[in-house]
C-alpha cells in the first residue's frame, strides 16, 4: 500500500536555525516519484521539489536541501538559517509510477519561525 | 495570470444544496486532478481527468459527487445535497504529462473553501 509518513505535527525555532523536516514512505512499485510542497496561510500549494526513485542524489538549493535515502525509505528536507518566511505547513507526497499519477500526501508538518 | 485558478474562493451554503466550484488549470496541460482538504490533513485524491475523460475516481467521491471537464479546459466539481462533513477545502491541479517522461509536476489552484453550515 502507498503511504506517507510525516511524524512531526509541529516544529518551532528561532529564526536562524536550521531545521529538518522528516519524511518517510511506503509502496511496493520500484518506479515513484517523491516531492515536497508548502502551503502558506493563503492556502495554494507551492512545488519545491520531485525526485523520482532512481536519482539518490541528494539536492540544494539556496537555503534547502533535501535527503533521499531508499534503504530507509526516507526523503527529509532541510532548510539552513531558517527566516519567518518559512513559516508554513509543508508535505510530502508519493506518486507511483504506475498509478494515475495521483500524489499521496503525508499529514503535513506545520513549521512556526520566530524572529 | 498563468497558473491555476479557482472560483469561489470561498463558499458557504446550507446543508442539502446543492454548490459548483471551477477550476481553471494552465493553458495546455492535459491532466487535471480535484482533492480535498480537511483542516490538519494533507489533501486527499478525489478524481482526475485526462483531457476530457475522467479516468479515476476515489472511494471519496460518493454519488452526490460529480466533475466534469467539457472539451479538456476548465473543470467543475459539483457537489448535490451538502452535508456537514462536506465542509473542507477543495483544490484542483494540473500537469502535462507526456508518454516516456515519467510522472510530472502537479500546479496547484488556491483551493476554494467550503463550509456547510
Known amino acids: 500500500a502507498q503511504k506517507v509518513t510525516q511524524a512531526q505535527t509541529e516544529i518551532s525555532v528561532v529564526e536562524k536555525e536550521d531545521v529538518t523536516l522528516d519524511c518517510v514512505y511506503e509502496t511496493r512499485d520500484t518506479t515513484y516519484y517523491l516531492f515536497w510542497y508548502k502551503q502558506p496561510p493563503s492556502g495554494e500549494l507551492v512545488f519545491l521539489i520531485r525526485r523520482n526513485s532512481f536519482d539518490e542524489q541528494n539536492e540544494i538549493s539556496g537555503r534547502y536541501s533535501w535527503n533521499f535515502q531508499k534503504s530507509t525509505s526516507s526523503f527529509n528536507f532541510t532548510i539552513t538559517a531558517s527566516q519567518v518566511v518559512d513559516s508554513a505547513v509543508y508535505f510530502c507526497a508519493l506518486s507511483e509510477f504506475r498509478e494515475t499519477g495521483k500524489l499521496i500526501f503525508g499529514q503535513g508538518t506545520t513549521l512556526q519561525v520566530k524572529p | 495570470d498563468t497558473g491555476v485558478s479557482q472560483d469561489p474562493r470561498h463558499k458557504i451554503t446550507k446543508r442539502g444544496q446543492n454548490v459548483t466550484f471551477r477550476c481553471d488549470p494552465i493553458?495546455?496541460?492535459?491532466?487535471l486532478y480535484w482533492y480535498r482538504q480537511t483542516l490538519g490533513q494533507g489533501p486527499e485524491f478525489l478524481t482526475y481527468?485526462?483531457?476530457?475523460?475522467?479516468?479515476?475516481k476515489s472511494r471519496l467521491l460518493s454519488d452526490r459527487f460529480s466533475a466534469e471537464r467539457p472539451k479538456g479546459s476548465f473543470s467543475t466539481l459539483e457537489i448535490q445535497r451538502t452535508e456537514q462533513g462536506d465542509s473542507a477545502m477543495y483544490l484542483c491541479?494540473?500537469?502535462?504529462?507526456?508518454?516516456?517522461?515519467?510522472?510530472?509536476?502537479?500546479?496547484f489552484g488556491a483551493g476554494t473553501r467550503l463550509s456547510v453550515l
Open positions: 481527468f485526462q483531457n476530457e475523460a475522467q479516468l479515476e
Open positions: 493553458s495546455e496541460h492535459n491532466r
Open positions: 491541479a494540473s500537469s502535462l504529462e507526456r508518454p516516456g517522461q515519467g510522472r510530472n509536476i502537479q500546479y
